[in-house]
């Protein structure tokens, strides 16, 4: 059976657990080549992907806060699988949780580098490929929290909020080059990143989604896999809620 993916290479970052796993394991299914990447070590789920299909499926380091990772990257998807039609910018760290009179400068520079520094780099570094080839497909995964206000957590949501912006800026910017970029602003869901939260915060997130539950990354990933396909080939420079209804609150 053809897949929704079949003839394409992909770039995704912050892939080891959560969401980026989810990602790449379901692309990798639908007949995407995928270098999945991360700084830290494959999760078990992805591992074992690699495993079964590693033709498919490769893992390589890249921390998105470096150009010159992004270089050694690129260079290694090219080799491997040639250059990405799509990449997915979904790393993220989530930060202090502070409310700005109590966060520091560094913090806030922190939440930056990973959150929007990283999806710049990242885009800076695909999309002269993509525009020579005639097209591509970015998604970056900002957060809810970048949208809708809450208390609190200034660094996180106000770098997740400037990826929306960066979105819309590049999403505008290569919309006439056939390169879309769309968001993806996930809410609540069941990631190692999640299970930071005390047991208050998370009842209160599930007390702000209307669906009543946190999500499972296997239910942000076809969000993922739809924007970042042809079946998504008007769809530019969006933003896309996976929220369980929160920001419509
Ligand atoms: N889990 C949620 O509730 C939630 C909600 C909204 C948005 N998000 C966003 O979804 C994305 C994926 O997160 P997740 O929830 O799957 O959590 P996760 O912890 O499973 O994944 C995040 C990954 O980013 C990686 N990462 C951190 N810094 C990095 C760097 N400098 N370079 C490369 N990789 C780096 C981490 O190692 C980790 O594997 C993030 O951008 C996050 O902000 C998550």
């Not at 692309?27 to 999760?43: K, L, M, N, Y």
């Not at 789920?45 to 806060?65: G, H, K, S």
Request: aromatic content about 6%; proline content about 5%.
């Amino acid at each position: 059976m053809a897949g929704r993916l079949d003839g394409k290479v992909a770039i995704i970052t912050g892939a080891s657990t959560g969401i980026g796993s989810a990602s790449a394991r379901l692309f990798a299914r639908e007949g995407a080549r995928v270098v999945a990447t991360d700084i830290r070590p494959p999760g078990a789920e992805l591992a074992a992907a690699i495993a079964a299909a590693p033709d498919r499926l490769r893992f390589q380091t890249l921390d998105v806060r470096s150009e010159a990772a992004w270089a050694e990257g690129l260079a290694a998807c090219t080799a491997a699988f040639g250059h990405p039609h799509i990449l997915v910018n979904n790393a993220g760290a989530l930060g202090s949780g502070k409310p700005v009179h109590l966060e520091t400068a560094e913090a806030m520079r922190a939440a930056f580098d990973v959150n929007v520094i990283g999806m710049f780099l990242g885009m800076k570094a695909v999309v002269p490929g993509m525009m020579a080839a005639g097209g591509g497909a970015i998604v970056n995964v900002s957060s809810v929290w970048g949208w809708s206000g809450v208390a609190n957590n200034a660094a996180y949501q106000t770098a997740k909020g400037a990826a929306v912006m960066l979105s819309k800026n590049a999403g505008v910017t290569y919309a006439p080059h056939n390169v879309r970029v769309n968001c993806l602003l996930p809410g609540y869901v069941d990631t190692p990143m999640s299970r930071g939260v005390t047991p208050d915060e998370a009842k209160a997130l599930i007390a702000f989604t209307p669906l009543g539950r946190r999500a499972e990354p296997e239910e942000i990933a076809p969000m993922v896999l739809f924007l970042a396909s042809d079946e998504a080939s008007f769809v530019a420079a969006g933003n896309y809620m996976a929220d369980g209804g929160m920001a419509a609150l």
